[in-house]
């Protein structure tokens, strides 16, 4: 679903930078200190409406019960979220949208790997029903550095509150890598494949988004986004306003370091640039995105998968094998009974090359989409529903051949 404003969309700047510089203490828990100093969020986020930001972004970061129990207030995530969204409503006064803002809550790789995705999904669950009831407008899932997190972040929403626009951002290197190793085209590729509504990235230097922006522009199929770090005035985020616009940047916003100068900055940029619509690359349909956990990955129509691999005790070797042995870039996987989902969980994470998932059984293959950290892609060698691959598709983001 597309953000209910026309492109381009100015953005607010940082909240925590900010905060800081109003007295928030190094360390502190920002929603609950926002609810205790409401004039210091109310002032700042006027100061954006004022300069021309056009969506306010709750200070709803870290108010998920996972991040909120290292200070013991997992119980509080209800209510929290629906104070903090109320508040940016009425910094914004009418004047602006309000976005509820998904964080990284740090259960991402470890709970995947001992087969409990699910517990990150119930965890977003319930910030995304309370941001819900308050009436978000839309969300943005930012800072993102493992796929894990991002995907349960998405299915959330899509479960909690359907319709709504997400918006996504990932944290990286200038490699182009989070910390937790994850490639940002596989992260473009993955999240677009599932229905977000423009990818970005955010919190790194302006030249370091530029440079990756060009990487992920000729695959982008939806608006991108930009909020580099303002660092406190050093850094002149409007600067680069031109050359992201250029490479298919429709959302424009600052990250940490950036106030509500540079947000009136870049609204003049903006103003005098004007960019037209957001106009998606022409794809090469002999070119197919999939991607692993980490890695971007591309395949042909008619990709040789090789051998199937059946779920086993073995079947991290017969990964590992597969992937040194087969040199056509792609291996398939059979889940054939509920067993094999607990198999898969475990060792998915090793699949580096582009999976094909295949199973008879509907409700097993659903399970085995979303317990996948990638983007597979369906090989057609099953009479299943097209109806059915449809909604695989859109949920999950399963490519059909």
């Known amino acids: 679903m597309d953000i209910p404003l026309p492109l381009p969309i100015l953005l607010d700047g940082a909240t925590g930078t900010e905060l800081y510089r109003r007295d928030m203490p190094e360390g502190s828990c920002t929603p609950?200190?926002?609810?205790?100093?409401?004039?210091?969020?109310?002032?700042?986020?006027?100061?954006?409406?004022?300069?021309?930001?056009?969506?306010?972004?709750?200070?709803?970061?870290g108010a998920d019960p996972a991040s909120l129990a290292a200070f013991g207030l997992e119980k509080e995530a209800a209510e929290y979220n629906r104070r903090l969204?109320?508040?940016?409503?009425?910094?914004?006064?009418?004047r602006a949208l309000v976005?509820?803002?998904?964080?990284?809550?740090?259960?991402?790789?470890?709970?995947?790997?001992?087969?409990?995705?699910?517990?990150?999904?119930?965890?977003?669950?319930?910030?995304?029903?309370?941001?819900?009831?308050a009436g978000v407008d839309l969300y943005v899932v930012e800072t993102m550095v493992d796929m894990a997190e991002a995907r349960a972040a998405l299915l959330a929403i899509g479960e909690a509150d359907p319709g709504k626009p997400v918006a996504v951002t990932f944290y990286c290197d200038?490699?182009?890598?989070?910390?937790?190793?994850?490639?940002?085209?596989?992260?473009?590729?993955?999240?677009?494949?599932?229905?977000?509504?423009?990818?970005?990235?955010?919190?790194?230097?302006?030249?370091?988004?530029?440079?990756?922006?060009?990487?992920?522009?000729?695959?982008a199929l939806i608006p991108l986004m930009a909020q580099p770090e303002g660092a406190r005035g050093m850094v002149d985020p409007a600067a680069w306003v031109e050359r992201y616009a250029e490479?298919?940047?429709?959302?424009?916003?600052?990250?940490?370091?950036?106030?509500?100068?540079?947000?009136?900055?870049?609204?003049e940029k903006l103003s005098a640039l004007k960019p037209g619509p957001f106009v998606p690359r022409e794809q090469d349909e002999d070119v197919i995105p999939c991607a692993s956990e980490r890695e971007a990955r591309f395949i042909t129509p008619d990709v040789d998968v090789g051998e199937t691999i059946e779920c086993s005790p073995d079947l991290l070797e017969d990964i590992l094998e597969a992937e040194d042995s087969s040199p056509q870039g792609a291996l398939k996987i059979a889940i054939l009974e509920e067993d094999d989902l607990d198999l898969f969980a475990a060792y998915q994470y090793a699949v580096e090359d582009a999976l094909c998932l295949w199973s008879d059984v509907p409700e097993l293959l659903e399970k085995a989409l979303r317990l996948y950290q990638g983007r597979a892609f369906w090989d057609g060698t099953e009479d299943l529903e097209p109806e059915f691959l449809a909604e695989m598709s859109r949920k999950y983001g399963l490519v059909i051949l």
């Not at 969020?41 to 300069?51: G, K, N, W």
């Not at 087969?115 to 941001?131: C, M, P, T």
Request: aromatic share 6%; charged share 20%; net charge negative.
């Open 174 to 219: 200038e490699e182009g890598r989070t910390p937790s190793g994850v490639d940002v085209l596989a992260a473009l590729i993955v999240m677009q494949g599932m229905g977000a509504a423009a990818f970005g990235l955010n919190c790194a230097k302006p030249e370091i988004i530029a440079e990756q922006l060009e990487r992920l522009a000729p695959y």
């Open 32 to 61: 609950a200190w926002v609810l205790e100093h409401p004039e210091a969020l109310l002032e700042l986020q006027r100061s954006y409406v004022a300069a021309g930001a056009q969506v306010l972004t709750a200070p709803t970061f």
């Open 247 to 267: 490479l298919g940047v429709r959302l424009f916003g600052g990250c940490c370091g950036t106030g509500a100068a540079d947000i009136a900055a870049l609204r």
């Open 85 to 94: 969204v109320a508040l940016s409503r009425e910094a914004a006064h009418g």
């Open 99 to 133: 976005a509820g803002d998904l964080a990284p809550c740090g259960m991402g790789e470890f709970a995947v790997r001992g087969g409990r995705f699910e517990e990150i999904v119930d965890n977003y669950r319930v910030q995304v029903a309370a941001l819900a009831e």
